[in-house]
């Protein structure tokens, strides 16, 4: 698995690493249960900070993509392929658009929304 991150696209650089694994995955590339580079090694390999491999592997993890075994490595989840078709960037955009219209058709305005939106956030992040 070759992984080539563009500094220049507008995708951030961990959104990047986590689609190349993902297509990677897809394309049999790499199989469930094969290894991967810690996340000092791949930071150092791709010449990336360590804090944005982490969170890609951090993502990729929360998605059953990858799965860690504390000392012994990362690993591609025995489930990766069915999970890398999940797009759940994609599955909140459309959560959210459908809440954002039903509270439109209800007379909220955009403000209003932008306010609570940001108190829920603050509220559960607390």
């Known amino acids: 698995m070759d992984i080539v991150i563009d500094t220049e696209d507008s995708v951030p650089l961990f ?10 995955v ?7 249960g094969a290894p991967l580079p ?8 791709l010449s990336l900070n360590n804090k944005t491999v982490a969170k890609a592997y951090s993502l990729l993890e929360r998605d059953s993509v990858i799965q860690t075994k504390g000392y012994r490595g990362t690993f591609i989840h ?7 078709e999940i797009d759940l960037n994609a599955w909140v955009v459309a ?3 459908r809440t954002i219209e039903a ?19 603050t509220r559960r992040s607390s």
């Open 38 to 45: 810690s996340i000092r090694q791949l930071a150092s390999d």
């Open 78 to 84: 025995p489930d990766a392929k069915a999970n890398s």
């Open 95 to 97: 959560k959210l658009e």
């Open 15 to 24: 959104a990047q690493l986590i689609e190349q694994i993902k297509r990677a």
């Open 103 to 121: 509270l439109r058709s209800s007379g909220v305005t955009d403000s209003e929304i932008r306010i609570a939106f940001g108190d829920v956030l």
């Open 26 to 32: 897809l394309r049999d590339q790499i199989i469930p």
